[in-house]
């Protein structure tokens, strides 16, 4: 009886290694396609928001991963990943351009022709 007890504790305690093993294994591959992906997209996009001259971050809880977007036509929904507005090394010295982004358009189709961007901070 106790023999049993212990094989069956030993098989319970295994199996909880190997689901925290690939828990562990599942978190590094996210922050590492979380890292590719940020450091390559930037946290705005094409369009500044005419009343203040740039776009506008949206601060939303570090927890958020995705955001949804809304335009005409089919798609009409989609989710799309939230990015970090800081790169790891923040604060360095930066240049704002404002010829390199549009103002909104008069009818925009897409929610993300409006100039406000979600984005997630440093914390």
Do not use: C, H
């Amino acid at each position: 009886m106790t023999r049993r007890i212990t094989v069956i504790g030993l098989f319970f305690l295994s199996t909880l290694l190997a689901a925290a093993i690939a828990n562990q294994a599942s978190a590094i591959e996210f922050a590492r396609r979380t890292a590719a992906r940020n450091a390559t997209q930037s946290w705005n996009g094409m369009y500044y928001k005419a009343e203040w001259g740039m776009p506008l971050a949206v601060v939303v809880p570090p927890t958020a991963k995705s955001q949804s977007d809304y335009s005409w036509g089919v798609p009409s929904y989609r989710t799309s990943p939230v990015a970090p507005q800081y790169a790891p090394g923040y604060p360095e010295a930066g240049v704002y351009q404002r010829r390199l982004f549009r103002p909104v358009p008069s009818q925009p189709s897409d929610t993300t022709q409006l100039g406000v961007y979600s984005v997630r901070g440093p914390w």
